[in-house]
């Protein structure tokens, strides 16, 4: 076939879907099938893998992993680079399947396909470290790969966090079993597949689940890690039943952050940058603006111009020209169903109406604005994780700092201040794993991503993250004779 950069490469079917065990692909007598958030019809059929496939998916990488964790840094480094160029000749393709699974607008779609590569990262070796050495001792830490790898995979951006642990455990030197949404199977099953003509068998593999396959995989006892993306309520139950084995966990969980909007900003310069913020992805981004604090001096400026950006944006099934796709699935659009329900029934003000669907036929909801509820209100308690954002307004620095961090969560947050001293002392005061100033919520790959509070365990992202795949080995080596004869 021709690619899209017109060359020439393996022809590759982007409406067949199989996993990936020991390098070959692997049907089931059992699919089931994802739905296009866009029309409420079901996508292609996909194998659902068992308990038997999952060992033999284990056994596979166990054997993997006894060769493929002596190979270079540099080796595997090369292996990445070459994966990410061949997927990289598939970037309408893998962009139409995120479009369809996903419910994304065409351009943020092919976005993810596209840069989602980035999450093969690649970083300097780890150097062997001398931590002390004198005429009596030689003491030395290394880092070496964990093992086999369990990744369970979230529906908002099944891809580009696929790519986020993928990359760093392959790199290394990790073997890796990823599991992605039922909700979203289909992009990292074909990438899965994409990649497996340059890994040795069982370095990589793709098993698409029901719900026991992720249950099955952190009790499994030869499965190291569990790195998993999240609802804070799942990340919990992970954590307790990797307990059981004692497995090293990685929990990227829920977050309610928030933006703040301080008195001496051009509103007109940052309205449409916080909108972004707040609804990108129709909401469904775990680091997004779910709630806006705004200073009472700019509040009614700021609230008229959000609500023009947002109201003049286009909403709908996915196409080319729409800003704001559905929902995901029929779960979360019940669940934002509600929000806009008990802001109904508590009168509160709608600064943007919005309008929640019935669900027959897709998940599109027209995004609402709410003016000032109250603190106690749901929509500023709880992760919406839907088009529907509050916007409250502050007065003092240490009345907002309360407020701000009145929460279980610390994903992320957001200052936005001409002040650059004022910024980052709000900044620094809000209980979050990353804060963005004068910038909407954009993780980059570089940096390192993780949460406070009930927002996670550990983290992802840039050289830091890369350590969470690792286990350290410190060696102490006695500078003293102990042979039959003298060596030293």
């Given at each position: 076939?021709?690619?899209?950069?017109?060359?020439?490469?393996?022809?590759?079917?982007?409406?067949?879907f199989?996993?990936?065990?020991a390098?070959?692909?692997?049907?089931?007598?059992?699919?089931?099938?994802?739905?296009?958030?866009?029309?409420?019809k079901?996508?292609?059929?996909?194998?659902?893998?068992?308990?038997?496939?999952?060992?033999?998916?284990?056994?596979?990488?166990?054997?993997?992993?006894?060769?493929?964790?002596?190979?270079?840094?540099?080796?595997?480094?090369?292996?990445?680079?070459?994966?990410?160029?061949?997927?990289?000749?598939?970037?309408?393709e893998?962009?139409?399947?995120?479009?369809?699974?996903?419910g994304?607008?065409?351009?943020?779609?092919?976005?993810?396909?596209?840069?989602?590569?980035?999450?093969?990262?690649?970083?300097?070796?780890?150097?062997?470290?001398?931590?002390?050495?004198?005429?009596?001792?030689?003491?030395?830490?290394?880092?070496?790969?964990?093992?086999?790898?369990?990744?369970?995979?979230?529906?908002?951006?099944?891809?580009?966090i696929?790519?986020?642990?993928?990359?760093p455990?392959?790199l290394?030197?990790?073997?890796?079993?990823?599991?992605?949404?039922?909700?979203?199977?289909?992009?990292?099953?074909?990438f899965?597949?994409i990649?497996?003509?340059?890994?040795?068998?069982?370095?990589?593999?793709?098993?698409n689940?029901?719900?026991?396959?992720?249950?099955m995989?952190?009790?499994?006892?030869?499965?190291?890690?569990?790195?998993?993306?999240?609802?804070?309520?799942?990340?919990?139950?992970?954590m307790?039943?990797?307990a059981?084995?004692?497995k090293?966990?990685?929990?990227?969980?829920?977050?309610?952050?928030?933006?703040?909007?301080?008195?001496?900003?051009?509103?007109?310069?940052?309205?449409?940058q916080?909108?972004?913020?707040?609804?990108?992805?129709?909401?469904q981004?775990?680091?997004a603006?779910?709630?806006?604090?705004?200073?009472?001096?700019?509040?009614?400026?700021?609230?008229?111009?959000?609500?023009?950006?947002?109201?003049?944006?286009?909403?709908g099934?996915?196409?080319?020209?729409?800003?704001?796709?559905?929902?995901?699935?029929?779960?979360?659009?019940?669940?934002?169903?509600?929000?806009?329900?008990?802001?109904?029934s508590?009168?509160?003000?709608?600064?943007?109406?919005?309008?929640?669907?019935?669900?027959?036929?897709?998940?599109?909801?027209?995004?609402?604005?709410?003016?000032?509820?109250?603190?106690?209100?749901?929509?500023?308690?709880?992760?919406q994780?839907?088009?529907?954002?509050?916007?409250m307004?502050?007065?003092?620095?240490e009345?907002?700092?309360?407020?701000?961090?009145?929460?279980?969560?610390?994903?992320?947050?957001?200052?936005?201040?001409?002040?650059?001293?004022?910024?980052?002392?709000?900044?620094?005061?809000?209980?979050?794993?990353?804060?963005?100033?004068?910038?909407?919520?954009?993780?980059?790959?570089?940096?390192?991503?993780?949460?406070?509070?009930?927002?996670?365990?550990?983290?992802?992202?840039?050289?830091?993250?890369?350590?969470?795949?690792?286990?350290?080995?410190?060696?102490?080596?006695?500078?003293?004779?102990?042979?039959?004869?003298?060596?030293?």
């Amino acid at each position: 076939m021709t690619t899209t950069n017109g060359t020439t490469a393996k022809t590759w079917d982007f409406t067949h879907f199989t996993n990936s065990v020991a390098g070959v692909p692997r049907g089931s007598p059992d699919i089931h099938h994802g739905i296009n958030p866009s029309d409420g019809k079901p996508l292609w059929d996909v194998p659902i893998a068992s308990a038997n496939d999952l060992d033999d998916a284990v056994k596979a990488a166990q054997k993997a992993f006894k060769t493929w964790s002596k190979t270079t840094w540099a080796e595997r480094q090369a292996i990445l680079i070459k994966i990410s160029e061949e997927y990289g000749k598939y970037g309408e393709e893998m962009g139409n399947i995120v479009r369809l699974e996903g419910g994304k607008p065409t351009p943020f779609a092919n976005g993810e396909a596209v840069n989602s590569a980035q999450g093969l990262k690649y970083y300097a070796p780890f150097e062997e470290e001398v931590i002390e050495e004198d005429a009596d001792i030689r003491l030395t830490m290394r880092h070496v790969p964990k093992g086999v790898i369990g990744a369970i995979l979230p529906w908002n951006f099944p891809l580009a966090i696929a790519m986020n642990k993928v990359g760093p455990a392959l790199l290394t030197g990790n073997c890796i079993i990823v599991k992605p949404s039922p909700f979203t199977p289909y992009s990292i099953l074909k990438f899965a597949e994409i990649a497996q003509q340059f890994l040795p068998p069982g370095v990589l593999q793709a098993l698409n689940g029901d719900n026991t396959m992720g249950p099955m995989m952190c009790e499994h006892p030869d499965i190291q890690v569990i790195t998993f993306t999240g609802s804070s309520a799942t990340g919990k139950k992970v954590m307790a039943t990797a307990a059981k084995t004692l497995k090293d966990v990685t929990l990227e969980l829920g977050g309610n952050s928030a933006s703040v909007i301080c008195p001496d900003v051009d509103v007109e310069k940052i309205a449409s940058q916080v909108a972004l913020g707040a609804f990108f992805n129709s909401g469904q981004l775990c680091v997004a603006a779910k709630r806006l604090y705004v200073h009472k001096d700019v509040y009614p400026e700021f609230l008229k111009a959000l609500t023009e950006v947002v109201k003049n944006w286009k909403t709908g099934p996915t196409s080319e020209d729409v800003m704001l796709g559905p929902v995901q699935n029929e779960m979360q659009h019940r669940i934002v169903k509600e929000f806009f329900e008990d802001c109904a029934s508590n009168n509160y003000d709608f600064a943007l109406p919005g309008k929640v669907g019935d669900g027959a036929d897709g998940f599109v909801i027209q995004p609402a604005i709410i003016d000032n509820p109250p603190d106690s209100a749901r929509i500023v308690r709880e992760e919406q994780f839907g088009p529907i954002v509050p916007v409250m307004i502050w007065e003092t620095e240490e009345d907002l700092i309360s407020r701000v961090n009145n929460t279980q969560t610390g994903l992320g947050g957001s200052v936005w201040s001409a002040d650059l001293e004022r910024a980052r002392r709000i900044g620094t005061q809000i209980e979050a794993g990353t804060i963005w100033i004068n910038s909407f919520e954009k993780p980059l790959p570089q940096a390192y991503f993780s949460g406070f509070k009930e927002s996670g365990i550990g983290g992802e992202g840039g050289r830091h993250g890369l350590y969470h795949y690792v286990n350290t080995q410190v060696i102490h080596q006695y500078k003293v004779d102990v042979g039959k004869s003298s060596k030293l």
